[in-house]
């Protein structure tokens, strides 16, 4: 399938070039700014070279173009940073900009050039550098051209034999009117044919791990979250009852988790799910435990030596597979430039002294084209969109010691905050919401008595990542009916709290 492939100098933007390619149906990676002539020989069917944006500035020489992937003789295209080190390359003038531009700017094109076909002269672009570059005039014979500058006269773009384009703008972008038409010509010049879509993609990989995995067996920990439950529906497609689905109940899961994930995955898409109940093993190991980290180090370790226990009284499992997503390996540097290591072990993550071979189909998609194939899958909008959870579950939620009894209050207040938020349809409004249990106790008066429960916290956030978030500002009367069927309906609450604080300062869990 053809391929345009971007090559990452660190722009925060990076990523978003590979998808713009992507939801335009062309099959694109990030490699990182060593990629080498050798690697690209290798890439079937390679039609373009997307040079990204960077942080760094061309004259400090640190990051540099390797002129050697001219000799693919495929259309590159240098994006802001990246035009930048082809104008190095085709000898320009690389100089502090005067006025440095960040945010919206107008252009005017040459729209004879292949890069702008079809659009207007003028249209606004978003820009963000502080280098500006120039060609002298005996630069600019017939190969070389300027073929877009901002209102100040200066160069914002320009193409060389029609075959190599710079643009100190970032088409990427929303901001950039006309982003997608750029991406297109692009395209079109690369004569890259538009084939990439979900439902190939799916049949490809049913291919792959048939051939893989030949009359063997496919242990998987089916974690109750998106990436292992598309896994596992792709594996399920392509060798049946070969793979062997495993849920690990450490009994720090949500009320009725069990239960849906049975109905789900059993009943209506018939997966052969082993499930295993480990939940006392997980309260007896955490008994007496308070430190949140001790508490998250034995959970994880408690889920590998059960998963392990699970895998290795299996016959004739050879394989495991993982719902690793694209993101997973670029932010652990496999990808583009090396940026945040991930700090967040998942509970479902690999048992490393397992010796079964890796079968990850999802390693090169998105989060939302995993929803995409798990919609084709048959998976339903609900699972498909849930709040996130963390890997140790209710375990970070309950602060202080774990017992039976704070997690049984804590699933049914968490059970009754769902459900209200779904009913008052706030489930796209905010991005995760649950309850904490607090190890406090407080005074309280029901009916003629005096009780002494726990005073139980509502965490409610918006955010995009997860790395910042906001509180909700939920309507009062929402917290109100959330706060009274709480303390009626829940035996050992007597006290409701809505946590206003953001991230920063405040973390999103609490433990
Ligand atoms: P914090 O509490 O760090 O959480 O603001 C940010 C996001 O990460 C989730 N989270 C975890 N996810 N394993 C996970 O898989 C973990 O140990 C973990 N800790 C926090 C949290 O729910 C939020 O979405």
Not at 13 to 21: A, D, P, S
Not at 69 to 91: A, D, Q, R, T, W
Not at 113 to 133: Q, R, Y
Not at 246 to 261: A, S
Request: net charge negative; proline share 3%; glycine share 8%.
């Amino acid at each position: 399938m053809d391929k345009i492939i971007v090559i990452d100098y660190g722009s925060q933007y990076n990523e978003l070039i590979v998808r713009r390619l992507r939801d335009l149906n062309v099959e694109s990676y990030l490699y990182p700014s060593t990629f080498s002539y050798e690697e690209a020989l290798k890439i079937e069917d390679l039609k373009g070279i997307i040079l990204s944006g960077g942080f760094d500035s061309v004259s400090n020489e640190s990051l540099t173009f390797n002129e050697e992937l001219l000799k693919l003789n495929v259309p590159i295209l240098g994006i802001c940073y990246g035009m930048e080190l082809l104008s190095f390359f085709l000898k320009g003038n690389i100089n502090k900009a005067k006025n440095s531009e960040y945010g919206r700017s107008l252009i005017n094109v040459d729209n004879t050039s292949k890069i702008f076909k079809d659009l207007p002269e003028n249209f606004n672009v978003w820009m963000s550098h502080s280098d500006s570059v120039s060609f002298n005039d005996d630069q600019l014979k017939d190969d070389l051209k300027i073929i877009a500058k901002n209102i100040n006269e200066e160069v914002v773009g320009f193409s060389y034999k029609e075959n190599m384009f710079g643009l100190l703008f970032h088409p990427e972008v929303n901001n950039t009117e006309f982003s997608k038409e750029i991406f297109l010509n692009f395209i079109d010049i690369c004569g890259a044919k538009r084939e990439y879509k979900m439902d190939t993609f799916i049949e490809d990989q049913i291919k792959e791990i048939k051939e893989k995995v030949g009359n063997k067996k496919v242990i998987l920990g089916l974690s109750g979250g998106v990436d292992s439950a598309v896994c596992a529906l792709l594996l399920h497609k392509a060798i049946g009852n070969q793979l062997i689905p495993v849920f690990i109940d450490h009994g720090l899961n949500r009320k009725f988790e069990k239960e849906e994930l049975e109905e789900r995955f059993i009943n209506n898409l018939h997966l052969n799910v082993l499930i295993k109940d480990y939940s006392e093993l997980f309260l007896s190991r955490l008994k007496g435990v308070t430190d949140p980290e001790t508490k998250r180090k034995i959970i994880g370790k408690t889920f590998i030596d059960c998963f392990s226990e699970v895998a290795n009284s299996l016959e004739g499992v050879e394989f495991l597979a993982q719902g690793t997503l694209y993101t997973d390996i670029v932010e652990s540097g496999k990808g583009g430039i090396s940026k945040v290591i991930k700090s967040h072990h998942n509970v479902g993550g690999l048992p490393k002294d397992l010796k079964f071979s890796l079968i990850e189909p999802l390693k090169t998609l998105y989060k939302d084209q995993v929803r995409e194939v798990g919609t084709i899958l048959g998976l339903d909008k609900e699972f498909l969109y849930r709040q996130p959870f963390p890997g140790p579950g209710l375990g970070i939620r309950v602060i202080g010691e774990i017992t039976k009894e704070k997690l049984d209050i804590l699933k049914d207040a968490d059970y009754i905050l769902r459900e209200e938020v779904k009913k008052n349809n706030l489930t796209n409004d905010i991005w995760q919401y649950f309850t904490v249990l607090t190890n406090i106790k407080s005074v309280g008066v029901m009916g003629d008595n005096r009780t002494y429960s726990y005073a139980l916290a509502i965490r409610c956030v918006t955010s995009i990542d997860g790395m910042t978030a906001d509180f909700y500002r939920m309507n009062y009367e929402i917290i109100a009916k959330i706060s009274s069927r709480i303390v009626n309906e829940v035996k050992g609450i007597n006290r409701i709290l809505y946590d206003v604080t953001s991230k920063p300062p405040s973390t999103i869990e609490y433990e």
